[in-house]
């Protein structure tokens, strides 16, 4: 099964900062595509966390993420970034990425209604001081 891939989790003292990375698969560059980064922490649902459409730039974020995560695509090398900041103890879990579409599932964290596959095997991040 083909799997997006995930990089750059790690541990970090509250308030610092992180960058994720995400080599979508499945990614076909059409209009309709995004790519979305989830978490999900030891006994909680996953969640969205952001979400792009790389073909128009249109870029969704939870409540509780805004202001301190950007999520962004470098084209180039085929790459999508979350970066983090001003983390908090709450940030703490399992990241991963997804290649979606448009589509019938409405993730009302993020807004947008998408059908997401191709999931990553996530990376850890862990705010703790």
């Known amino acids: 099964q083909v799997q997006s891939v995930e990089s750059g989790g790690g541990t970090v003292q509250p308030g610092g900062s992180l960058r994720l990375s995400c080599v979508p698969a499945?990614?076909?560059?059409?209009?309709?595509?995004?790519i979305g980064w989830f978490r999900q922490a030891p006994g909680k649902e996953r969640e969205g966390v952001a979400a792009?459409?790389?073909?128009?730039?249109?870029?969704y974020y939870t409540d509780s993420v805004k202001g301190r995560f950007t999520i962004s695509q470098d084209n180039a090398k085929n790459t999508v970034y979350l970066e983090m900041k001003s983390l908090k103890p709450e940030d703490t879990a399992m990241y991963y990425c997804?290649?979606?579409?448009?589509?019938?599932?409405?993730?009302?964290?993020?807004?947008?209604?998408?059908?997401?596959?191709?999931w990553g095997q996530g990376t850890q991040v862990t705010v703790a001081s």
């Open positions: 499945g990614y076909t560059h059409a209009s309709t595509d995004c």
């Open positions: 997804a290649t979606g579409t448009v589509g019938g599932r409405h993730y009302r964290e993020l807004g947008l209604f998408a059908d997401f596959g191709y």
């Open positions: 792009i459409y790389p073909g128009g730039g249109s870029t």
